[in-house]
């Protein structure tokens, strides 16, 4: 988009999280900055009462003797507290750190103990007990806050009390943190080994935004409504909700449990949308749940999505509609496609994302043809969440090109590499797995395998850790067949097995939501979902759903053999992450026997 590197960290040059934050209370002080639900009652919290409070938690921690350079973990849901507590640990020039909710006491001994936190701040009585669980090997771990009112021992302090303290001075410790200190640690989820640190600095962050605001430049951005639901651990609603909520004026609405989204969309009304694709997925299985009750309606609406998936194409291409076109999607659009997106809570979307994982063709088209204007972003936590994405100019299959400023391009084997003032500082005292991936020439290294179109757009093949070769020495991608048999509505999850086989086979859990409504629509009632897994007609589906999938694919890529399971796979389990990645190796030792039964 015309801008290089260069020119973004001139723009940025001396930025930090909390410069934006004091420009953002002093520039809009009675705006709305974070809402959430207590109860059956909304609440919300201006910037200057944000303000107010990081000031005064920043002073409390100052008291406690946490400075320049600490560190200080977060293990909290979504809730303003969170944005707080990281803006405060940055006024004091210190580095917070946020845990996955999930972690065991194990995993927060690791990361609490790598990153040399001295402050821990949880929100609830489980999180404190594995904190204390964790508490004997974290030798420089001096306070725990607890956000909730809980019994606690004595080297516990309660939240509330160091909000009483007094404020730090906003416009003094807004610069005492400096572009070049860690504004976090991401940690990644650990699939291939111990967690890594990933360090990024404010002048990561700053980069990452203003190329952000360049991507967006097509619309306005300040002020627009979102929902925060995906863990605050992880660098996409990090980068999305908080350093961009910041920078932008965001009012974000915090939800606790990312499976309660869909009930917040209606009510909030979101203006940007980040979500994983198994979210997107699970929002078009429960439409087609409904429609399913009435196959007049739902072939009506598929004639709709016909007609939107023709506009969408035109505004994809940047062109009018076709005259003709004109009537037909006016009236779906008033009849069909906007009551859908009114009832799903996204008719007031400027902008929505897909990202984390790769997203089904059918998802992806479903949507843009329900007049949503998704896209597809590609990133990694070392690129501080964004690598390439088009917002409006989308081209299905892909990812988009190279961000405002980012330099993108393959290695000989087609590892994706880029380079840029988004690009980590290394991982925290780990300098070995460090040089695995970032070269003299200040080359990222992704992992992943590419290939770019004549337009520039790049399409991700897969992991190059990831890819199977089967027994004859063929390099198949399963994400790619994972994503074709996932557009099955019965198939909620997919993973396909085959190195080292003859043949590719896949693990396939039914989606919770389709199957009962599928099943009671063809007159089978009253069975659980591991009943429905082995229920003849539904196994006779599932069957027909392969059998599409394979069309798209080579002889030797296709399906032979598949296991159908009813135990739903959650995130932050043996099987997904917390933003719903397969966990290969968490699969294949869960469900050995059954993968060991499909090459019997």
């Not at 990222?444 to 199977?468: N, S």
């Amino acid at each position: 988009m015309g801008v290089t590197s260069e020119e973004l960290t001139t723009q940025t040059a001396g930025r930090t999280v909390p410069l934006a934050f004091r420009d953002r209370v002093r520039a809009h002080p009675d705006a709305v900055a974070l809402r959430w639900l207590d109860g059956t009652a909304w609440k919300e919290r201006t910037w200057a009462d944000y303000g107010d409070q990081a000031a005064r938690l920043a002073g409390s921690l100052a008291d406690l003797g946490v400075g320049h350079g600490d560190r200080v973990v977060l293990m909290m849901r979504n809730r303003p507290e969170f944005h707080v507590a990281d803006v405060a640990s940055m006024l004091v020039g210190a580095t917070p750190v946020s845990i996955y909710n999930s972690s065991s006491a194990e995993q927060v001994a690791f990361i609490a103990g790598n990153c040399g936190a001295r402050v821990a701040i949880v929100e609830d009585a489980a999180f404190l007990a594995t904190l204390l669980e964790a508490r004997p090997r974290l030798p420089d771990l001096r306070y725990i806050v607890v956000i909730e009112e809980v019994e606690h021992g004595p080297d516990v302090m309660p939240w509330s009390e160091l909000l009483q303290r007094g404020p730090v001075d906003l416009d003094e410790a807004a610069s005492v943190a400096q572009p070049t200190d860690l504004a976090t640690v991401i940690y990644t989820s650990g699939t291939t080994g111990p967690p890594k640190g990933v360090m990024i600095d404010h002048a990561n962050i700053a980069w990452t935004v203003q190329c952000l605001r360049v991507a967006l430049a097509d619309i306005d951005v300040i002020g627009r409504r979102l929902v925060s639901y995906l863990p605050m651990a992880h660098i996409a609603e990090r980068m999305t909700s908080h350093y961009q909520g910041i920078e932008f004026g965001y009012e974000v609405t915090t939800c606790p449990e990312a499976g309660a989204v869909a009930s917040y969309l209606p009510q909030v009304r979101p203006e940007v949308l980040f979500a994983v694709p198994r979210v997107w997925e699970k929002m078009e299985a429960g439409v087609r749940a409904v429609l399913a009750s009435d196959p007049d309606k739902a072939a009506e609406f598929e004639r709709a999505l016909e007609i939107g998936a023709k506009a969408a194409a035109c505004r994809a291409d940047g062109t009018e509609l076709p005259s003709e076109l004109v009537p037909p999607y006016e009236l779906v659009e008033r009849e069909a496609l906007g009551p859908v997106r009114a009832l799903l809570g996204l008719d007031q979307l400027v902008t929505a994302i897909s990202g984390a994982a790769p997203i089904s063709a059918g998802v992806f088209g479903f949507f843009r043809a329900l007049g949503v204007p998704l896209s597809e972003i590609y990133g990694l936590s070392e690129t501080s969440g964004p690598m390439t994405w088009e917002p409006f100019r989308v081209r299905p299959g892909t990812v988009g090109p190279a961000i405002p400023g980012q330099e993108v391009r393959l290695a000989e084997d087609g590892e994706v590499l880029c380079r840029g003032g988004n690009i980590f500082r290394g991982y925290l005292d780990d300098p070995v797995r460090t040089a695995e991936v970032l070269d003299p020439d200040g080359w990222f290294h992704t992992g992943d395998i590419g290939e770019f179109d004549d337009a520039g757009f790049l399409r991700i093949v897969d992991r190059k850790k990831e890819l199977i070769i089967t027994a004859g020495g063929k390099n198949i991608s399963p994400a790619n067949l994972e994503a074709a048999l996932k557009a099955h509505p019965l198939i909620g999850q997919a993973m396909a097995i085959g190195d080292g086989k003859p043949y590719i086979s896949a693990l396939l859990v039914l989606d919770p939501e389709v199957a009962p409504v599928w099943a009671a629509g063809h007159g089978i009632d009253g069975l659980t979902l591991v009943e429905l897994a082995s229920h003849p007609e539904v196994i006779e589906e599932i069957e027909r759903g392969v059998a599409t999938a394979n069309e798209q694919f080579s002889k030797v890529e296709r399906i032979k053999r598949f296991v159908v399971l009813g135990n739903e796979w959650m995130p932050d389990s043996e099987e997904l992450t917390p933003t719903m990645k397969l966990k290969r190796r968490g699969v294949h030792a869960k469900y050995a026997t059954e993968i060991a039964s499909l090459y019997d």
